[in-house]
């Protein structure tokens, strides 16, 4: 390729990379956060678990209330940590294929601990750009564990008391 061909080529790959941008308008942003906001329900939710060493538990079990009335139960298995920083930070991982209803409470029984309560949950629109487009998600990222408030915070975490 010569050089004085080289601006024109760079030229047009320029432009068809701007126009694969793409672009939310107001109002599909709103329309999105609106129907954000109304979702109950969530699951491949990745909760972590600080301060717990691998020799702990594999599992926990959760119980599901709604007003204070038992729903369900359930286990959660918990990845042991594995990599270094994980291992040195005491840091685990949990999740279920489960679904949960952001107006339930959920009691985390973690072994040797008194029960984590999770409640107050709110889905939020969580903004996902990449270089050629403006995107959203909608993840329950605003809760309460314990009465402790957490915003705009996709991972909740229970930390060893």
């Keep these: 390729m010569s050089f004085k061909r080289f601006p024109l080529h760079l030229l047009v790959l320029l432009g068809v990379l701007s126009g694969c941008s793409t672009r939310w308008s ?6 999105y956060r609106r129907k954000c906001s109304e979702t109950k329900t969530f699951n491949d939710e990745l909760f ?3 301060g717990f ?3 702990e538990f594999d599992s926990i079990v959760v119980q599901e209330y709604n007003n204070a009335v038992l729903l369900d139960s359930f ?6 940590a594995e990599n270094p ?5 005491k840091m685990r991982s949990g999740s279920t294929d489960r679904f949960f209803n952001v107006n339930y409470q959920y009691h985390f029984l973690i072994p040797g601990q008194k029960p984590f309560i999770l409640a107050n949950m709110k889905m939020v629109m969580w903004s996902q750009f990449t270089m050629f487009s403006e995107g959203y998600g909608c993840v329950m990222g605003d809760y309460t564990i ?3 408030h ?4 996709g991972n909740p975490t229970f930390k060893k008391r």
Excluded: A, Q
């Design 146 to 148: 314990d009465g402790i």
């Design 53 to 55: 060493d691998n020799s």
């Design 48 to 50: 972590l678990f600080k």
């Design 75 to 80: 286990k959660m298995h918990v990845r042991p």
């Design 26 to 31: 107001d109002k599909e942003r709103e329309t």
């Design 85 to 89: 920083l994980d291992v040195e930070n």
């Design 150 to 153: 957490f915003e705009h915070d």
